[in-house]
């Protein structure tokens, strides 16, 4: 993956660090949604110096990644001819492989995302079972969404206002004036 270390341990401690993760954001605004919420993204993303696009890009990123993508790893990891091998693979493709989706939640200020992800990918390495795979990546899941929750708590859905859904006839009426240039 990346400069983030290795993780050596079982994934039963991946596991458990990922729960203490959990326990850490379920009921508190966590620090770097704090900073996030400020415009304060220690990377310096965000385009133009605005830090409206990192809400919007984690936003999309979370939702994505934790409800659909590592849901769907839950449910695949059910068929009965899926190989725990395969499935690791696969996981690992979507999550890390070309593009490192926890690397850019950490780029976009989710400070510890990028770790917390390594530690997931790399334990792994130590399952045995699908049963195990479950666990880990439930949990992982877990963490995933809780966080897109902060976020989707956050972001500014009063600025939709500016964007109104328009009537066909407004755009014919808009189209009759662009004709006259």
Do not use: C
Request: net charge negative; aromatic share 12%; hydrophobic share 45%.
């Amino acid at each position: 993956m990346s400069a983030i270390r290795k993780f050596e341990g079982h994934w039963r401690e991946a596991k458990q660090e990922i729960d203490r993760q959990i326990d850490r954001v379920w009921l508190s605004e966590p620090d770097e949604i704090q900073k996030i919420r400020w415009g304060i993204i220690d990377s310096g993303a965000g385009s133009g110096q605005q830090s409206f696009s990192v809400l919007v890009h984690l936003e999309a990123y979370l939702m994505l990644v934790g409800a659909d993508v590592m849901y769907r790893f839950l449910k695949v990891s059910q068929y009965p001819d899926m190989e725990l091998s395969t499935l690791v693979k696969m996981t690992r493709e979507f999550l890390t492989g070309t593009f490192n989706v926890f690397e850019f939640m950490t780029d976009l200020g989710l400070t510890n995302m990028h770790e917390i992800g390594q530690i997931y990918s790399d334990a792994m390495d130590t399952l045995e079972t699908k049963e195990e795979y479950v666990q880990l990546t439930g949990a992982m899941m877990t963490y995933v969404v809780r966080m897109h929750r902060w976020i989707h708590f956050i972001f500014p859905w009063n600025l939709g206002v500016a964007f109104p859904h328009r009537k066909p006839e407004e755009v014919a009426a808009i189209s009759a004036v662009l004709a006259k240039v």
